[in-house]
């Protein structure tokens, strides 16, 4: 980046000088002139440890003196956003302040909540995960303080001088001494923009960073700047992008030995207690060499092979072996991380993540595991639970959408699912340790992360299991936070071919198609003009045919004109442009046309897109505020909608979302739609919006159907009672934390009832039976078919053991051998063999009249069944396979039935002669 975007009149007016750092050569300012380095680690260590640089603060302190000095400062105090990134397609987690405002206001289409503002975001970044706990500052979760301006060519707010002298004056209110203080120069690319940045720095610690974002990478007219080879381009927007990290100003307010000893105070104090660790509380020395650790921390990369010099470094600073070291301080960094881990969970669990193998929910449960195996280590007896719910109380409850008791619920449901995930992993992981061992290979990592991502099986389990089986694997230091950084991005699948390419550019030139069916969604009639026709497509001026999007198939109907009539079996939405694909005859550019939409497909689509609404309502009524689309399809005769929830839903809460979504058809609402600004509408209606996905756009279409608020491109009923009833026909268990449910409305779900009535009718004429014995006659004919099955059996064994005492065994070789045509059902006849077998002889059998089935059962080792049956097999004309022990097949050639068996002999003689 060039020296001039550093050259600021603030930095002159107030004394700053620019110098290099004569350790790391980076350019920074400062107002201490003899000064040598850039104050940043590793040129200089911590210093404020044991040595506050700031007036005492807590967190919530700390964080009211950040916001209420930006209100005071002429800036909008907006409510944080929440974890997860509804209102984004590329992220699943909020990983910065500024992605609170990403894409739409950045890229200037749509404004900012406030110009000025401030906010206090929690963030969550795990591709640290490892580091937290051991390093004194890592965090899964942090605040990041932040105030931005969003400068545009009509609108400027400030740049670069007022937002370094706003940083100075806040500090300087906290308490600092500005003359420690530096501002180092840090070209800052991120997210396909770049722009000038300076880290602010003081006693070793970087508490801020102001980026100046002015440059993107998308071409435009301007002349661009080259940083690290890549082109960047001036931009119309100029964006002031602060990050004030509150947990680093709240460590350097107490000087405390670690981050965690100053975030989580009442967390830290009960797990040392629930670990038998208090008396180190208070413990001087052990005071001192945490510190110490945070110090050396500070000053390196400890990834990887890493930590193993930063122990090393420690021990020598404070004489002890590392061994001891080592033992000392892993439980307190074990403690650290849970109590870091528990407040994510509070954020994540509280902002309505479900735990699932998918999307946020996965990062979710990599986070819990991680915590649980935590606790296991240091045999701690508190529940998970207990510990997230204690987080969000300090939090505040106010701050969740979710309930404490439902996240209570989702806490211990995974704890038993983690629990069982160990009990099934043993087996699978010794299964996988003895391959390798067999083949004296190490166990790859790419295996301990299939392990890890299929089945949830931890990498500790695998090394410990792989050790007792005397096989080898490494375990990377760094295994949670690669495996974090995988799942952390909704990377964009592979672009299929677009089947339309070729239409793009005819149509580049056409206006908007204008949507009737917005405007009259009731309205099956209409007349227009044809602009354009080619490869069998026409589109209109205007229409109501209604394209295929959101889940909702497209309307098909008829299009007449004075001269043909032609059927409309597509409609597809091309840009602004609707295509009509017709069959039938042809249309020419001009034509006047009169279209008429499938009057009765077009309202039970309507009619299930709209109840579709309803059953998402009401199942967040009666499953929780965590309830989220996952997906959804609408169809004419039955619609269903996947949502996010954490355990199979019962036939009883099935039953409680019918009745509540049917409740709110009889209060027929009406069904309000508006074209809203997407900010706007954001800060009104939460991002509870982006239900089936984040529309583009400045403004979007927002739809309130009773209390479900969605931005939705769907055609919808004017009122819920014009949906008619509402049927739930099942509910499936699609994937883990996905539920689907199935349903009808209308006429649709009147048709469904009556297919069960008729069901329920036919049933109860074949047992003759009124219907409402039904239930009672179906439960005594089973329960006595079970029992006549029970006879059954007991009359085939009583059969096998009279075939038994009937088969006399010849001699082969020195054993005994029956070879023999037994006419038996397979189940009899692999019984049979069986007792032979366990009797001490070998047994060839083989019967049946329709098709031939063959067992073969040898308690002789050298005497492989496997291999003589598939012979025998082979002549029935069919296949065999199994044990060698005992194997069995079968073929359709019943009249070679003796061939077979004197196919076997030859073998079994053969063998036992030798």
């Known amino acids: 980046m060039l020296e001039e975007e550093y050259q600021l009149e603030y930095f002159k007016s107030q004394g700053l000088v620019r110098k290099v750092c004569s350790k790391c050569g980076a350019a920074y300012w400062t107002r201490d002139p003899s000064r040598e380095t850039c104050g940043d680690a590793p040129c200089e260590p911590y210093s404020f440890i044991a040595n506050p640089v700031f007036t005492p603060h807590s967190l919530d302190e700390m964080r009211e003196a950040y916001l209420s000095f930006f209100e005071r400062h002429g800036h909008t105090r907006i409510e944080r956003y929440p974890v997860v990134a509804r209102w984004r397609d590329d992220i699943y987690l909020t990983i910065a302040s500024i992605a609170d405002f990403q894409p739409f206001v950045t890229n200037g289409l749509v404004p900012p909540p406030a110009n000025p503002l401030t906010i206090s975001q929690p963030c969550i970044r795990l591709n640290d995960l490892d580091s937290v706990g051991r390093s004194g500052r890592h965090l899964t979760l942090f605040e990041m303080m932040a105030h931005h301006a969003f400068n545009s060519p009509g609108e400027d707010i400030y740049w670069k001088d007022r937002t370094v002298e706003l940083c100075d004056e806040?500090?300087?209110?906290?308490?600092?001494?500005?003359?420690?203080?530096?501002?180092?120069?840090?070209?800052?690319?991120?997210?396909?923009?770049?722009?000038?940045?300076?880290?602010?720095?003081?006693?070793?610690?970087?508490?801020?960073?102001?980026?100046?974002?002015?440059?993107?990478?998308?071409?435009?007219?301007?002349?661009?700047?080259?940083?690290?080879?890549?082109?960047?381009?001036?931009?119309?927007?100029?964006?002031?992008?602060?990050?004030?990290?509150?947990?680093?100003?709240?460590?350097?307010?107490?000087?405390?030995?670690?981050?965690?000893?100053?975030?989580?105070?009442?967390?830290?104090?009960?797990?040392?207690?629930?670990?038998?660790?208090?008396?180190?509380?208070?413990?001087?020395?052990?005071?001192?060499?945490?510190?110490?650790?945070?110090?050396?921390?500070?000053?390196?990369?400890?990834?990887?092979?890493?930590?193993?010099?930063?122990?090393?470094?420690?021990?020598?600073?404070?004489?002890?072996?590392?061994?001891?070291?080592?033992?000392?301080?892993?439980?307190?960094?074990?403690?650290?991380?849970?109590?870091?881990?528990?407040?994510?969970?509070?954020?994540?669990?509280?902002?309505?993540?479900?735990?699932?193998?998918?999307?946020?929910?996965?990062?979710?449960?990599?986070?819990?595991?991680?915590?649980?195996?935590?606790?296991?280590?240091?045999?701690?007896?508190?529940?998970?639970?207990?510990?997230?719910?204690?987080?969000?109380?300090?939090?505040?409850?106010?701050?969740?959408?979710?309930?404490?008791?439902g996240v209570r619920e989702i806490v211990d449901r995974e704890v038993e699912k983690y629990a069982a995930t160990l009990a099934r992993g043993a087996r699978i992981v010794q299964r996988i340790a003895r391959t390798y061992k067999k083949k004296s290979e190490r166990i790859p990592l790419q295996e301990v992360v299939t392990l890890y991502d299929s089945h949830g099986i931890p990498p500790e389990?695998?090394?410990?299991?792989?050790?007792?089986?005397?096989?080898?694997?490494?375990?990377?230091?760094?295994?949670?936070?690669?495996?974090?950084?995988?799942?952390?991005?909704?990377?964009?699948?592979?672009?299929?071919?677009?089947?339309?390419?070729?239409?793009?550019?005819?149509?580049?030139?056409?206006?908007?198609?204008?949507?009737?069916?917005?405007?009259?969604?009731?309205?099956?009639?209409?007349?227009?003009m044809v602009i354009d026709y080619f490869d069998g497509c026409a589109v209109l001026d205007q229409t109501l045919f209604y394209p295929e999007g959101g889940g909702q198939p497209a309307d098909t109907g008829t299009l007449v004109t004075t001269e043909t009539m032609v059927r409309v079996e597509d409609t597809i939405k091309l840009g602004e442009v609707i295509l009509h694909r017709v069959k039938g005859g042809t249309l020419k550019r001009g034509d006047r046309v009169k279209g008429i939409v499938d009057e009765e497909r077009r309202w039970s689509l309507m009619r299930h897109h709209t109840a579709t609404h309803l059953i998402l309502r009401a199942a967040k009524e009666v499953l929780g505020a965590h309830i989220h689309q996952a997906g959804a399809q609408k169809g004419s005769e039955s619609a269903r909608i996947d949502i996010r929830h954490f355990k199979h839903i019962t036939p009883e809460e099935m039953k409680r979302i019918e009745i509540r979504a049917n409740q709110m058809v009889m209060e027929n609402t009406p069904v309000y739609v508006s074209w809203e600004n997407r900010t706007k509408a954001e800060q009104k209606y939460g991002f509870g919006l982006y239900q089936g996905g984040v529309p583009p756009g400045r403004q979007i279409r927002v739809v309130q159907v009773a209390g479900d608020i969605e931005a939705c491109a769907g055609t919808h009923c004017r009122s819920t009672g014009e949906i008619g009833p509402i049927a739930l026909l099942k509910v499936e268990h699609i994937q883990d934390g996905i539920e689907r449910l199935e349903f009808s409305a209308g006429i649709a779900a009147i048709t469904a009832t009556q297919h069960l009535k008729d069901l329920i009718a036919v049933s109860?004429?074949?047992?003759?039976?009124?219907?409402?014995?039904?239930?009672?006659?179906?439960?005594?004919?089973?329960?006595e078919w079970k029992e006549q099955r029970k006879e059954i059996e007991r009359l085939q064994q009583k059969v096998v053991d009279l075939e038994v005492q009937q088969l006399v065994a010849e001699e082969i070789g020195g054993f005994g051998v029956v070879i023999r045509e037994v006419d038996l059902p397979p189940q009899e006849l692999v019984a049979l063999a069986s007792r032979i077998s366990e009797g001490g002889d070998i047994a060839l059998l083989a019967g049946g009249r329709e098709r031939v089935h063959a067992v073969m059962a040898s308690p002789v080792e050298s005497l492989n069944a496997v291999e003589v049956i598939r012979e025998v097999c082979e002549v029935l004309g069919g296949k065999g396979g199994g044990k060698p022990q005992i194997a069995q097949g079968g073929g359709p050639e019943v009249g070679r039935i003796g061939e077979a068996l004197a196919r076997g002999r030859a073998l079994i003689e053969s063998n036992l002669n030798g």
């Open 170 to 405: 806040f500090l300087s209110s906290i308490g600092a001494d500005l003359k420690r203080v530096t501002y180092k120069e840090h070209p800052w690319m991120g997210g396909g923009n770049a722009g000038p940045s300076v880290e602010v720095l003081i006693a070793g610690l970087e508490v801020a960073t102001l980026v100046f974002m002015s440059l993107t990478r998308v071409p435009n007219d301007q002349e661009p700047v080259e940083l690290e080879g890549v082109l960047y381009y001036p931009m119309k927007m100029r964006i002031v992008d602060t990050g004030y990290g509150l947990e680093r100003l709240t460590w350097a307010s107490k000087g405390s030995p670690t981050v965690y000893d100053a975030v989580f105070p009442e967390m830290v104090s009960r797990l040392m207690h629930a670990a038998g660790l208090e008396h180190l509380l208070d413990n001087k020395e052990f005071t001192k060499i945490l510190g110490l650790n945070a110090r050396f921390a500070g000053l390196m990369d400890i990834s990887g092979p890493n930590l193993f010099q930063l122990r090393r470094k420690v021990a020598a600073a404070i004489d002890v072996p590392q061994e001891k070291l080592d033992k000392l301080i892993t439980p307190i960094e074990k403690i650290y991380a849970i109590a870091d881990h528990t407040r994510c969970l509070a954020y994540m669990l509280g902002d309505c993540v479900v735990p699932s193998n998918v999307r946020e929910g996965y990062l979710a449960r990599l986070v819990l595991r991680r915590t649980l195996r935590m606790m296991a280590d240091l045999d701690l007896k508190d529940n998970l639970a207990d510990l997230v719910e204690m987080q969000i109380r300090i939090i505040g409850t106010d701050s969740f959408e979710q309930s404490i008791a």
């Open 461 to 528: 389990m695998v090394k410990d299991i792989a050790a007792q089986e005397g096989a080898v694997v490494e375990i990377p230091d760094n295994f949670y936070s690669q495996i974090a950084d995988l799942h952390s991005e909704n990377l964009p699948e592979k672009a299929a071919e677009d089947p339309l390419a070729k239409y793009r550019e005819r149509i580049a030139g056409l206006p908007p198609t204008k949507k009737a069916y917005y405007d009259q969604p009731a309205e099956v009639e209409f007349e227009a």
């Open 764 to 783: 109860a004429e074949t047992l003759s039976v009124q219907q409402e014995n039904l239930p009672a006659s179906v439960n005594r004919f089973f329960t």
